[in-house]
């Protein structure tokens, strides 16, 4: 009999700028595969009846990320629009840009969604605060890799 076992894995990396385009801040964190998230990947298997993951988002709660959660706890500001994605070597790559004034405050949450609101989460993560100023620029890279092993 043979056994496949496939693993998702989650990598973001967060880099704050300030006004002048000085780095303030980086982050790079593990992110949680949602149970949403999972039915979305096995969903588009099958056709594309799901929409694809189009919006990013950050929040300030700081509960611990959960299989069952389908939204950030506590969103700052709207969903952002996703700037690109890639797909190489057995994983998809998602950019966001949250410009001056967007997700602006103490950042300690991020999703990715397939709606601008409402719709399905693929992945949610929590990390220690990011402290985003009102002029300050942030960019998100969420990499999510399908290994077998």
Not at 17 to 26: H, M
Not at 62 to 76: K, N
Request: charged share 20%; with cysteine.
């Amino acid at each position: 009999m043979v056994k496949d076992k496939l693993k998702l894995r989650g990598d973001v990396a967060i880099v704050i700028k300030a006004a002048d385009g000085s780095i303030k801040d980086t982050r790079n964190i593990k992110n949680l595969v949602v149970n949403d998230g999972l039915n979305f990947i096995v969903s588009r298997m099958k056709d594309t009846t799901q929409n694809a993951m189009t919006h990013m988002a950050v929040g300030s709660s700081t509960t611990a990320a959960a299989a069952a959660q389908t939204d950030l706890v506590s969103i700052l500001g709207s969903r952002e629009a996703i700037d690109t994605i890639n797909v190489a070597a057995n994983a998809i790559t998602y950019v966001s840009s949250f410009e001056a004034g967007d997700g602006t405050g103490a950042v300690t949450e991020a999703g990715i969604f397939n709606a601008a609101s409402s719709g399905d989460m693929l992945c949610r993560t929590v990390f220690s605060v990011v402290n985003k100023g009102a002029s300050d620029s942030m960019t998100i890279t969420w990499a999510i890799t399908l290994t077998a092993s």
